[in-house]
């Protein structure tokens, strides 16, 4: 989430002053992504800089500063709403590293690795599913972070059942092992060709 971006749209329903945004931050976001008062000014600053918002009146920046969003801020905070989000090259997964690193690990068993994750995750499901039904029909912020997560996690489940399934192909052997004058497969380096995805 960028910080940057959401006191900029906080703003561009009218002038506020630092602690008065991150309140609102953190209302609109269901309270899930604490905002340090220090970041928000930070941020603010920045923002001033790149002429995104400009401070009412003098003084400077003091929790009774007020913040107007600029021209330009308006400008920016329509292009970042407009502009999907950059979804390659994938994020540093740990769970996705810490599966392809067991694999090459002498005596990993991969099944019961992959089944421990896949237990807690879909524990994690559950406690979301009940909170998904404790929701009142008008907490709308909550409602959508709870989705947001289920099907994060539900999609961390299924890449976890593709993988069993891939790895369970595999030639039966112990982790780590190569087969004896097995020699690499000569293939594009695998960034390489995840870069390629962009194009």
């Not at 540093?92 to 694999?103: F, N, T, Y």
């Not at 990993?108 to 406690?127: G, I, K, N, S, T």
């Amino acid at each position: 989430m960028t910080i940057r971006h959401a006191l900029l749209a906080l703003l561009s329903e009218g002038p506020k002053y630092g602690l008065q945004l991150r309140q609102e931050f953190e209302a609109r976001t269901g309270e899930v992504w604490p905002l340090n008062v220090g970041q928000v000014y930070t941020t603010l600053q920045r923002l001033e800089r790149d002429g995104l918002v400009e401070v009412e009146g003098s003084g400077g920046a003091s929790p009774q500063t007020v913040y107007a969003i600029t021209a330009s801020g308006s400008g920016e905070l329509s292009e970042w709403l407009r502009t999907p989000p950059d979804v390659v090259p994938p994020p540093r997964d740990e769970l996705v590293i810490k599966v392809l690193v067991a694999m090459r690990v002498p005596g990993v068993d991969l099944p019961a690795l992959l089944q421990v994750h896949r237990r807690q995750l879909v524990q994690a499901m559950q406690e979301y599913t009940r909170l998904k039904g404790e929701v009142a029909e008008d907490e709308v912020e909550l409602a959508l972070i709870v989705d947001a997560e289920l099907f994060r996690i539900e999609a961390i489940v299924r890449w976890l059942d593709a993988a069993d399934s891939r790895l369970s192909r595999l030639p039966a052997r112990a982790s780590g092992e190569q087969a004896a004058g097995e020699q690499p497969v000569s293939r594009p380096r695998i960034g390489r060709r995840i870069a390629g995805v962009r194009r």
